[in-house]
């Protein structure tokens, strides 16, 4: 276990992350692109990653189990339904189109390179710790879960 596991949650990860994007974009060439299409693609790339987490939020609600990021040994369901059918992190992939609107919006490609650092952050730091949490509290329900379902898409 490292001393990063569960102590930064996804909510600042996703800031960090768009400030470090937003940092690379003032000292990077922009890409050509038109204002309306800009603002079109950023409020839909947004508001799709948006309704990913609420749908997530939601569903944990539903199932009246923590919607906390950094206690995931105290979840008291394993939610399966809803957009968790499809994906087994929809709020973090919510957070990943937020993160691909907010590069477009600064018109920055190379801002998104941070995208897949962002990714495998999530991944060592939160996703696999939540995934040992769980498989411990669910055993082999969590374990068939997790066989049917991708972790991002």
């Known amino acids: 276990m490292s001393v990063l596991e569960l102590k930064i949650p996804p909510a600042l990860q996703l800031v960090i992350a768009a400030g470090v994007m937003w940092l690379i974009s003032l000292i990077t060439p922009d890409i050509a692109l038109s204002e309306d299409a800009r603002v079109l693609l950023y409020r839909l790339l947004t508001v799709f990653g ?3 987490v609420l749908l997530g ?3 944990f609600r539903k199932a009246r189990t923590t919607v906390d ?4 040994g105290k979840a008291s369901a394993l939610v ?4 968790y059918r499809l ?3 929809p709020m973090y992939l919510g957070f990943l189109f937020m993160l691909a609107g907010w590069a477009v919006y600064l018109t920055s490609a190379v801002s998104l390179l941070v995208i897949p650092g962002f990714i495998a952050f999530m991944n060592r730091f939160q996703i696999e710790p939540e995934e040992r949490a769980l498989e411990e509290n ?6 068939e879960y997790r066989q049917r379902v991708r972790r991002w898409i």
């Open 57 to 59: 939020w939601w569903d």
């Open 69 to 72: 990021p950094t206690k995931p």
């Open 138 to 143: 669910f055993g082999i329900d969590y374990v």
């Open 80 to 83: 399966v339904s809803g957009i």
């Open 87 to 89: 994906t087994r992190n």
């Open 50 to 52: 948006g309704v990913m």
